[in-house]
């Protein structure tokens, strides 16, 4: 560690846990946010892909809260982050707290995303977000923004902090927000195999727009990082990991999606550019995450 890091920091030993809560968090609040697009603005055709985004968004929250949880020393104890436990079941909620502004907004997104999975799953899209429903359109709004929120979320929590690295640079929210759309996107692509090639094409044209934006949040976080955090990365073999999501993460799904020839065919070239989404949107949690901590985590 550079001499010129605070001597009083204490390293927080995030493992892989928050590792795979922090790519499945940004995995499912894209996914609601793309499905919500295509409701909000898509036509009927999208729909196939709007409900498999509905019936995913809500089982891989749980996967989040299941991450999150293993995580803790004490995992029974999670409740304690939701309801008082002096005055059960009285929620809690502390503005001035991340965690607990983290746990409200998990459970706001998990009540959106419940109701949009009953919807998938029972009525097929037919009810709660027919076409036409104004309803349905306000759900989608909400969960929109709150998929957005909890895609951004995971990097104000890092940028809070006074850890080195995490605190440096303001663009880790930014990084993680277009990140978790991208890889939502990405994941819908992939899940969605029976959507028309319409659809799959609007999904690309969007991803390739949040690839743009995170390539350009990655080199502003990089840039801005200052000279104690630029040590930290750029002279540890974290370095590595953000290379990877560079070259294999952004630029090859780029280019995937501007040659679509490569592959012989648009869908193979979506699912390839997707898959390479993913592995880029999880390597760069790892990078972020091992910076401070070390590159074994």
């Not at 605190?167 to 028309?196: D, E, K, Y």
């Amino acid at each position: 560690m550079p001499t010129d890091f605070d001597p009083n920091f204490q390293v927080p030993h995030w493992g892989w846990w928050i590792v795979l809560y922090f790519f499945a968090g940004g995995l499912t609040g894209g996914i609601y946010f793309a499905a919500a697009w295509l409701d909000l603005f898509g036509e009927r055709a999208d729909r196939v892909a709007m409900r498999v985004g509905h019936l995913v968004a809500l089982p891989l929250l749980l996967v989040c809260a299941v991450f999150l949880t293993a995580d803790l020393g004490q995992p029974l104890r999670f409740w304690h982050m939701i309801f008082q436990s002096e005055n059960f079941p009285g929620p809690i909620f502390k503005v001035y707290s991340p965690m607990s502004f983290g746990s409200a907004l998990l459970a706001a997104f998990g009540l959106v995303a419940f109701l949009s999975f009953v919807d998938a799953l029972f009525g097929r899209g037919r009810w709660v977000h027919a076409p036409g429903n104004v309803i349905g359109k306000i759900l989608s709004v909400i969960g929109a923004i709150a998929g957005l929120a909890l895609a951004s979320y995971t990097g104000v929590l890092l940028n809070v902090g006074n850890e080195p690295v995490w605190g440096n640079s303001p663009w880790i929210s930014a990084l993680f927000l277009f990140s978790g759309v991208s890889t939502g996107i990405a994941a819908l692509m992939l899940l969605a195999r029976s959507a028309p090639q319409t659809t799959v094409e609007k999904l690309s044209e969007a991803d390739n727009y949040m690839m743009l934006f995170e390539l350009i949040s990655l080199v502003v976080f990089l840039v801005t990082l200052g000279a104690v955090g630029a040590r930290f990365i750029f002279g540890s073999p974290s370095l590595i990991l953000f290379a990877v999501v560079i070259v294999l993460g952004l630029l090859a799904p780029l280019l995937l999606h501007w040659r679509r020839g490569i592959f012989g065919s648009q869908r193979t070239a979506s699912i390839a550019s997707a898959l390479l989404v993913l592995v880029g949107g999880f390597v760069l949690r790892w990078a972020v995450l091992a910076g401070p901590q070390g590159i074994g985590l």
